[in-house]
């Protein structure tokens, strides 16, 4: 999807529903569309904010308007990529909330090959004084927000099912405008998809992503995206079908009019399908060449 023509609405407060508003980050990028979206639920003296964002004083100071007397609950993280965790350690210092949500992550190994760390788009910042497992929930005078687990993108990622709308917010889980990137080895496309089915299996009524455009039909959108992610799986198979190879080698053959910029993400999110096929038996890899097993 191409984003929308400027003016973009950054760093304004926009009502979404009676307990949700919603605040753009100033972040655009080929990863973040036109940036991170912080969502503030609540529409009393008390209040959650989820994904805070990036650490940039710009969007804190857009935050703290948008919040004018109202004091923060908590603030909820859906996971810990650097576009939208790092602003909950500046936005508690100020407000003296609590950062509750995805569990910290960081990830220690380094790419056998000289890749960057796998950790690198990380927080290292993040320190929740709360974990919230799937299922638990934090409440306010007029909001129930509960966690469901939903590992893939990356193994800690939550989403946050408001109880009294039937809204989730989906963080990078499901997006707006595109699929999520699966980056291994923390990011796993056997746990996205089961992630996806348990969604599949809700009866949410509308997605707040992270990302992109609200979702007005969720079950309909989720169903596409395990279908996208199948037909991918097929492609892969028929390429190295034919002719064992490396996955620099099918990427142009499977995303014809790529962004240059999103060639590594591509490459990535080959690569954990073909970790699912290999985990499941139906292709090995010799020296970076993949190939199907007979």
Same mark, same amino acid.
């Given at each position: ?12 407060s926009e ?16 990863? %973040? ?8 639920v +609540? ?9 805070? +964002? ?5 969007h804190?100071?857009a ?12 603030i ?11 602003a ?8 003296g ?7 910290p992550?960081?990830i ?9 760390r ?7 910042t993040?320190a *929740? ?5 799937? +299922?638990? @929930?934090?409440?306010?005078p ?12 990356t193994?800690?990622?939550l ?10 917010? %989906? ?8 699929? @999520?990137?699966i ?19 809700r ?6 992503p992270?990302?992109g455009? =609200?979702?007005?039909? *969720?079950? =309909?959108?989720v ?7 199948r037909q991918r ?6 390429l190295?079908e ?6 620099p080698?099918?990427? *142009? =053959?499977m995303y014809?009019g ?10 990535m ?11 499941r038996?139906?292709? @090995? ?5 993949w190939?199907?097993? *007979?």
């Amino acid at each position: 999807m191409n984003a929308p023509e400027k003016p973009w609405p950054t760093g304004t407060s926009e009502m979404l529903e009676p307990l949700v508003r919603r605040v753009l980050a100033p972040n655009p990028s080929p990863y %973040t569309y036109t940036g991170t979206q912080t969502y503030i639920v +609540g529409a009393g003296a008390s209040v959650a904010v989820i994904d805070p +964002g990036p650490a940039d004083t710009r969007h804190i100071e857009a935050l703290m308007l948008a919040l004018g007397d109202s004091r923060i609950e908590a603030i909820m993280c859906t996971h810990t990529h650097r576009d939208h965790s790092p602003a909950a350690k500046p936005l508690a210092e100020r407000t003296g909330a609590p950062v509750i949500g995805c569990a910290p992550l960081v990830i220690e190994d380094d790419k056998p090959d000289g890749r960057r760390r796998a950790d690198a788009p990380f927080d290292r910042t993040y320190a *929740p004084d709360t974990v919230l497992a799937d +299922g638990e @929930s934090v409440t306010g005078p007029d909001f129930t927000i509960t966690a469901v687990a939903t590992p893939g993108h990356t193994s800690n990622h939550l989403c946050f099912a408001l109880e009294q709308s039937g809204a989730l917010f %989906t963080g990078d889980h499901v997006m707006g405008w595109s699929t @999520s990137v699966i980056v291994p080895p923390d990011g796993d496309m056997s746990d996205y998809m089961a992630s996806l089915q348990k969604l599949q299996d809700r009866a949410d009524t509308v997605y707040y992503p992270a990302h992109g455009p =609200q979702v007005d039909k *969720p079950q =309909q959108l989720v169903r596409g995206m395990m279908g996208h992610r199948r037909q991918r799986e097929r492609q892969i198979l028929r390429l190295i079908e034919a002719e064992p190879q490396a996955i620099p080698a099918m990427v *142009p =053959q499977m995303y014809k009019g790529l962004d240059p910029r999103l060639t590594g993400a591509a490459e990535m999110s080959v690569e954990a399908h073909l970790i699912d096929l290999e985990q499941r038996g139906v292709v @090995s890899r010799s020296g970076g060449i993949w190939q199907t097993i *007979p």
